[in-house]
């Protein structure tokens, strides 16, 4: 190895180059300087791209920058050899290095034109500022617009929290009122099923919406059946009418309420009696849709009611007759008197036909005494018929005078024979009253027995039956009966209306109760007060026709 | 019959008195009326009454009452009683207060007329009143 580069270094047959500088001092200095310096500068370089290429290890183009090295370390070498020919023709070794020198720079450039479009494509510094900027605009941008969307996103959580705990509250509460609403329908709906009076709903159709057992057991009809039905399928033919202007009224909110008794038809035909009351309609847009109606059967009741006023009227009937039968010895006598005519007319008569001397215009006076005297006879039994037959109280306008002066006629025998005088002041300018003209008198005819026989025991004083009548407060007929009897003493003049209350051995105590009740029926009022200085004052009043 | 047999009928029914007079009257008797035994006690006429058809229950002074004021005042009339009202006290009252009789409205001609003729029979020897005892 050493004799080979001893032999490349020492081939004589050429001359070093400093033979061709004719080893000018100078020239060589300058050579040796100038390719040492270029040879240092060759050799520094790569050394600078090699560290370069090991601290850049993301450096583009590594082979491009290991390759210039290399051709440049190559460069370096050459000037290093052509300090060694100076002195030494070692030229062999000088040209080798030069021809690896030569390869390694065309590898080198061609690999430059090689990755040059790549090179190319490298953005710039600038074009790396600006993006670097836009790109930092951009983060800035982002940053700012994450810090508003954490913000937004805070914001949301807090109002979701807060809705959240909202809506927990909401939830509770309603819960709660659901409960409370539940427990008041149950309440409610426990009330509807068990009630003992019928509840329907009505609805804006005119149909049950809702009837509880009480109305289905009432009117014999299913819930099911009474949702097609309404009030007005229902309710009795003659009480339709008027059951469904109600109905109209109260949908249109003209009307309130209604409380009203009618009649029903069962579904099995038979007609109850009921009372229904109707609530407050709901408002329009209300949630309670229909009419709330309470029903309650009365059939009972109104039942017990027709056999009370059927009682009452045979009650009437019977203290009519009680009042005839103590007025029969008057009435016997009111008859005996025109009998006692007619007989005696005809026994007259009979002897006047019998005459010789035919007295004809005597015998036709007697014959008309006689029709007369029976016409008499049978109108005091007219009048006590009347009083005793059983009818129907009727209204019509009845002469309150008229009614009174029967009465006398009938009582006269037994004012009479009670040693009591009967004394009259009344009106002739009297307006008629809408009255049971019957009735009217047996409260007339109860007042004077009653005055009578309140003077029974009367003995120091006159006996003195006096009855007015008069015009009373506006529109009021009034009447009168004052005796001069026992009168209340210190007791309440009231007691007397009481029924069964007596002072008679023989009475029933009726009379006068009866009579209070007749006068209250005509829309009147009957009372009792003390007479002055003694005695009893029994007064009733009757409101007078309309318009007389 | 004696013309001075004269029969006083009192009663406050007109039908009564037009009856009864006409009655009496078809027998031949003289009647006159009063309608209240006030009237009659004012009329005058109670010397002149031979017999009285009296009605019991009247207004005023009854037929009781006008028989006891005439025994008071010394009369001796034959009462005849004619009641539409019967009752059995007043007629044993009267009856025992020398009453002819006591009849019950409506009356028979027959008991009428015997009773009329009791009263006719009575008047031949006894006086008819204090004055003409005197």
């Given at each position: 190895?050493?004799?080979?580069?001893?032999?490349?270094?020492?081939?004589?047959?050429?001359?070093?180059?400093?033979?061709?500088?004719?080893?000018?001092?100078?020239?060589?200095?300058l050579?040796?300087?100038?390719?040492?310096?270029?040879?240092?500068?060759?050799?520094?370089i790569?050394?600078?791209?090699?560290?370069?290429?090991?601290?850049?290890?993301?450096?583009?183009?590594?082979?491009?920058?290991?390759?210039?090295?290399?051709?440049?370390?190559?460069?370096?070498?050459?000037h290093?050899?052509?300090?060694v020919?100076?002195?030494?023709?070692?030229?062999?070794?000088d040209?080798?290095?030069k021809f690896?020198?030569?390869?390694?720079?065309?590898?080198t450039?061609?690999?430059?034109?090689?990755?040059?479009?790549?090179?190319?494509?490298?953005?710039s510094?600038?074009q790396?500022?600006?993006?670097?900027?836009?790109?930092?605009?951009?983060?800035?941008?982002?940053?700012?617009?994450?810090?508003?969307?954490?913000d937004?996103?805070?914001?949301?959580?807090r109002?979701?929290a807060?809705?959240t705990?909202?809506?927990e509250?909401?939830?509770?509460q309603r819960?709660?009122?659901?409960e409370?609403?539940?427990?008041?329908?149950?309440?409610w709906?426990?009330?509807?099923?068990?009630?003992?009076?019928?509840?329907?709903?009505?609805?804006?159709?005119?149909?049950?919406a809702?009837a509880?057992?009480?109305?289905?057991?009432?009117?014999?009809?299913?819930?099911?059946?009474?949702?097609?039905?309404g009030?007005?399928?229902?309710?009795?033919?003659?009480?339709?009418?008027?059951?469904?202007?109600?109905?109209?009224?109260?949908?249109?909110?003209?009307?309130?309420?209604y409380?009203?008794e009618k009649?029903?038809?069962?579904?099995?035909?038979?007609?109850?009696?009921?009372?229904v009351?109707?609530?407050?309609?709901?408002?329009p847009?209300?949630?309670?849709?229909?009419?709330?109606?309470?029903?309650?059967?009365?059939?009972?009741?109104?039942?017990?009611?027709?056999?009370?006023?059927?009682?009452?009227d045979?009650?009437?009937?019977?203290?009519?007759?009680?009042?005839?039968?103590?007025?029969?010895?008057?009435?016997?006598?009111?008859?005996?008197?025109?009998?006692g005519a007619?007989?005696?007319?005809?026994?007259?008569?009979?002897?006047?036909?019998?005459?010789?001397?035919?007295?004809?215009?005597?015998?036709?006076?007697?014959?008309?005494?006689?029709?007369?005297d029976?016409?008499?006879?049978?109108?005091?039994?007219?009048?006590?018929?009347?009083?005793?037959?059983?009818?129907?109280?009727?209204?019509?306008?009845?002469?309150?005078?008229?009614?009174?002066?029967?009465?006398?006629?009938?009582?006269?025998?037994?004012?009479?024979?009670?040693?009591?005088?009967?004394?009259?002041?009344?009106?002739?300018?009297?307006?008629?009253?809408?009255?049971?003209?019957i009735?009217?008198?047996?409260?007339?005819l109860n007042?004077?027995?009653?005055?009578?026989?309140?003077?029974?025991?009367?003995?120091?004083?006159?006996?003195?039956l006096?009855i007015?009548?008069?015009?009373?407060?506006?529109?009021?007929?009034?009447?009168?009966?004052e005796?001069?009897?026992?009168?209340?003493?210190?007791?309440?003049?009231?007691?007397?209306?009481?029924t069964?209350?007596?002072?008679?051995d023989?009475?029933?105590?009726?009379?006068?109760?009866?009579?209070?009740?007749?006068?209250?029926?005509?829309g009147?009022?009957?009372?009792?007060?003390?007479?002055?200085?003694?005695?009893?004052?029994?007064?009733?009043?009757l409101?007078?026709?309309?318009?007389? | 019959?004696?013309?001075?047999?004269?029969?006083?009928?009192?009663d406050?029914?007109?039908?009564?008195?037009?009856?009864?007079?006409?009655?009496?009257?078809?027998?031949?008797f003289?009647v006159?009326?009063?309608?209240?035994?006030?009237?009659?006690?004012?009329?005058?006429?109670l010397?002149?009454?031979?017999?009285?058809?009296?009605?019991v229950?009247?207004?005023?002074?009854?037929?009781?009452?006008?028989?006891?004021?005439?025994?008071?005042?010394?009369?001796?009339?034959?009462?005849?009683?004619?009641?539409?009202?019967?009752?059995?006290?007043t007629?044993?009252?009267?009856?025992?207060?020398?009453?002819?009789?006591?009849?019950?409205?409506?009356?028979?001609?027959?008991?009428?007329?015997?009773?009329?003729?009791?009263?006719?029979?009575?008047?031949?020897?006894?006086?008819?009143?204090?004055?003409?005892s005197?």
């Amino acid at each position: 190895m050493i004799s080979l580069l001893s032999g490349l270094f020492t081939q004589n047959s050429f001359i070093p180059h400093g033979v061709c500088l004719a080893w000018d001092p100078s020239l060589m200095l300058l050579f040796v300087v100038s390719d040492s310096a270029i040879a240092f500068a060759y050799y520094t370089i790569p050394i600078a791209l090699i560290c370069f290429i090991y601290k850049r290890r993301d450096l583009a183009f590594r082979g491009i920058f290991a390759l210039t090295g290399a051709f440049i370390l190559a460069c370096g070498t050459t000037h290093l050899m052509g300090v060694v020919t100076l002195w030494y023709p070692a030229y062999w070794p000088d040209v080798m290095v030069k021809f690896f020198t030569a390869v390694i720079s065309i590898f080198t450039a061609a690999a430059m034109w090689w990755v040059m479009p790549e090179a190319l494509a490298l953005p710039s510094t600038a074009q790396l500022e600006e993006a670097n900027r836009r790109l930092q605009h951009e983060i800035g941008e982002r940053e700012r617009a994450e810090a508003a969307l954490r913000d937004a996103n805070e914001e949301l959580e807090r109002r979701v929290a807060a809705r959240t705990a909202e809506l927990e509250a909401e939830v509770v509460q309603r819960r709660r009122a659901e409960e409370i609403l539940r427990a008041s329908e149950q309440r409610w709906r426990s009330m509807f099923e068990a009630s003992a009076v019928g509840i329907a709903l009505t609805d804006e159709n005119r149909r049950f919406a809702a009837a509880n057992k009480a109305f289905q057991r009432m009117i014999g009809y299913t819930e099911k059946e009474l949702c097609r039905l309404g009030p007005i399928e229902i309710t009795h033919e003659d009480d339709r009418e008027a059951t469904r202007e109600m109905l109209d009224d109260m949908l249109a909110g003209t009307r309130a309420d209604y409380h009203v008794e009618k009649r029903y038809r069962r579904k099995d035909g038979m007609v109850i009696w009921v009372r229904v009351s109707t609530a407050q309609a709901p408002k329009p847009g209300s949630s309670l849709r229909g009419i709330p109606t309470v029903i309650e059967d009365i059939t009972e009741r109104k039942r017990a009611e027709d056999a009370l006023q059927e009682a009452r009227d045979a009650l009437l009937r019977v203290s009519r007759v009680t009042t005839l039968g103590e007025l029969s010895a008057s009435i016997a006598h009111e008859i005996n008197q025109p009998l006692g005519a007619i007989v005696a007319n005809g026994s007259a008569c009979l002897r006047l036909l019998a005459a010789e001397k035919l007295d004809l215009e005597e015998a036709r006076e007697t014959v008309e005494d006689i029709i007369n005297d029976g016409r008499r006879a049978s109108a005091v039994l007219g009048r006590v018929r009347q009083l005793a037959k059983k009818t129907a109280p009727e209204r019509a306008p009845v002469d309150v005078n008229g009614a009174i002066a029967e009465v006398l006629s009938l009582t006269r025998q037994e004012l009479h024979r009670s040693q009591v005088t009967a004394r009259t002041e009344l009106d002739p300018n009297l307006p008629p009253v809408l009255a049971d003209r019957i009735q009217v008198q047996q409260v007339v005819l109860n007042l004077v027995m009653n005055g009578i026989e309140a003077m029974r025991g009367v003995k120091d004083r006159a006996r003195v039956l006096r009855i007015k009548s008069g015009v009373g407060a506006p529109a009021d007929v009034a009447v009168t009966v004052e005796d001069t009897g026992i009168g209340f003493a210190n007791s309440d003049p009231e007691h007397i209306f009481e029924t069964f209350f007596t002072t008679k051995d023989d009475g029933m105590g009726m009379g006068l109760s009866i009579s209070r009740s007749i006068v209250r029926a005509h829309g009147g009022r009957l009372w009792a007060s003390a007479g002055a200085p003694i005695g009893a004052v029994f007064s009733f009043t009757l409101p007078a026709c309309a318009g007389a | 019959m004696s013309d001075k047999f004269i029969v006083m009928i009192v009663d406050d029914d007109n039908s009564i008195r037009r009856a009864a007079r006409r009655l009496i009257k078809s027998y031949g008797f003289p009647v006159e009326t009063f309608v209240s035994a006030e009237d009659f006690l004012a009329s005058g006429r109670l010397h002149a009454t031979a017999c009285l058809v009296l009605d019991v229950q009247m207004p005023g002074l009854n037929g009781l009452e006008l028989q006891s004021r005439l025994i008071a005042d010394g009369y001796r009339i034959p009462i005849i009683f004619i009641t539409a009202f019967h009752d059995e006290n007043t007629q044993a009252q009267a009856l025992k207060t020398g009453a002819l009789a006591y009849l019950a409205k409506p009356f028979e001609e027959a008991d009428l007329l015997s009773a009329i003729n009791i009263a006719l029979q009575r008047q031949e020897g006894v006086p008819r009143s204090p004055g003409a005892s005197h």
